[in-house]
């Protein structure tokens, strides 16, 4: 399976931006996506998931602003982000969960992308 995260770029706070993630390879529909986030000098950290079923789940800091979503049709995962605050700016981490496990947490995810920079200015 291949990731590849798109819809990076500067803006400014308040703004919304939209992150998608294509994926490549086995089928799509069976993975648990999720979005992770690492920003400078930080560890990289949990944004939000959604099952194969459709349920999402979302860290605190971001529930009620971000939305994930996914097209199975398109083999692509979404992240809505609106709202933006300067504590967003990280790169973005899209990965895919195929064995199962707590979608929280890194290692239960068996591929990862690339990432994509989000910058918000102040």
């Known amino acids: 399976v291949q990731l590849q995260a798109s819809g990076g770029g500067l803006v400014q706070a308040g703004e919304s931006q939209r992150l998608s993630c294509a994926a490549s390879?086995?089928?799509?529909?069976?993975?648990?996506m999720g979005w992770f986030r690492q920003a400078p000098g930080k560890e990289r950290e949990f944004v939000a998931a959604?099952?194969?079923?459709?349920?999402?789940y979302y860290t605190d800091s971001v529930r009620g602003r971000f939305t994930i979503s996914r097209d199975n049709a398109k083999n692509t995962v979404y992240l809505q982000m609106s709202s933006l605050k300067p504590e967003d700016t990280a790169v973005y981490h899209c990965?895919?969960?195929?064995?199962?496990?707590?979608?929280?947490?890194?290692?239960?995810?068996?591929?990862w992308g690339q990432g994509t920079q989000v910058t918000v200015s102040s």
């Open positions: 990965a895919a969960n195929f064995r199962g496990g707590d979608i929280y947490i890194e290692d239960s995810y068996d591929y």
């Open positions: 390879g086995r089928t799509f529909s069976r993975y648990a």
């Open positions: 959604i099952n194969r079923s459709g349920d999402r």
